[in-house]
């Protein structure tokens, strides 16, 4: 009983939406024909997308060096960390939820809330390829002068949004999501859960809830091959060090 506790409590979302569809599927099954339609074109859609993104935001989290971010998009990054963000946005492919891991790796790397906000907006607005069908079915006048208002209202929404929000405010800094201590570094949110780190460096990684954490981020001397070893087996690819 405590077991299918726990699966509903780690699953509240997908469950609320079970039993939206067993309520609707007894009330008005047409509705819930038509609505299984619409939520498999959508599943259809991250599974053809979401493989991409979480590869790179596993190569984000596990290759780029937390420095490159910090000097690209960090705070201290200026108009060259607003210019690339922009960038970054504009030429992205594919929805806006594709935009939330890449932007949570990032963050987790680094980068500032300012040139986070900059990123979603752009790509959730302004993307290059969005220009170009705006322009063909709404004119390149509208396009163009949609496109100036809308980059300075990103900028400035950027800018208050870094005044409003801290990174302390955001959950996975508070739900310890990204375990960050010392020299191990871990991106909790992209683990499989494979139970491998722990299994190889069980003094430094632990399984919990199906999760690894980092034990003791601090290597002791004469045990870097052992971490390099569980970093080079890690499947996710989310252990990393500085
Ligand atoms: S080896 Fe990687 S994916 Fe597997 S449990 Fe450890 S951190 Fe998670």
């Known amino acids: ?10 699953n509240k979302l997908f469950t609320v939406v079970l039993l939206t569809y067993i309520v609707l599927t007894a ?25 991409v993104i979480l590869l790179l935001t596993s190569l984000i989290t596990a290759w780029v060096p937390r420095k490159a971010i910090e000097d690209n998009f960090g705070k201290g990054s200026g108009i060259k960390g607003s210019i690339l963000s ?3 946005g504009s ?19 680094g980068a500032s809330i300012s040139n986070i906000v900059v990123i979603l907006s752009t790509w959730a607005v302004i993307k290059v390829p ?20 809308t980059t300075i209202s990103i900028f400035l929404l950027g800018f208050i949004m870094s005044k409003m929000i801290k990174k302390e405010d955001l959950p996975q800094e508070k739900s310890n999501d990204h375990e960050e201590k010392g020299g191990i570094h871990l991106s909790q949110e992209y ?14 990684f632990e399984l919990i809830n ?3 954490i980092v034990k003791n981020a601090f290597i002791k001397d004469g045990e870097e091959i052992i971490v390099r070893d569980v970093i080079g087996k890690c499947p996710a690819k989310v252990i990393s060090t500085t």
Request: with cysteine.
């Open 210 to 212: 199906k999760r690894a």
């Open 1 to 10: 009983m405590m077991k299918i506790k726990r699966v509903i409590y780690n």
């Open 191 to 204: 683990c499989i859960g494979c139970g491998l780190c722990a299994k190889i460096a069980p003094d430094y």
């Open 27 to 51: 009330l008005i099954p047409g509705k819930a024909v038509q609505a299984f339609q619409n939520s498999l074109y959508y599943v259809k859609e991250m599974l053809m997308i979401m493989p």
């Open 130 to 149: 969005m220009l170009v069908n705006e322009a063909k079915f709404l004119s390149p006048k509208f396009m163009i002068i949609r496109w100036i208002l």
């Open 91 to 109: 030429f992205s492919a594919g929805p806006i939820y594709a935009a939330f891991p890449v932007c949570k790796a990032l963050l987790a790397k």
């Open 86 to 88: 922009f960038l970054l």
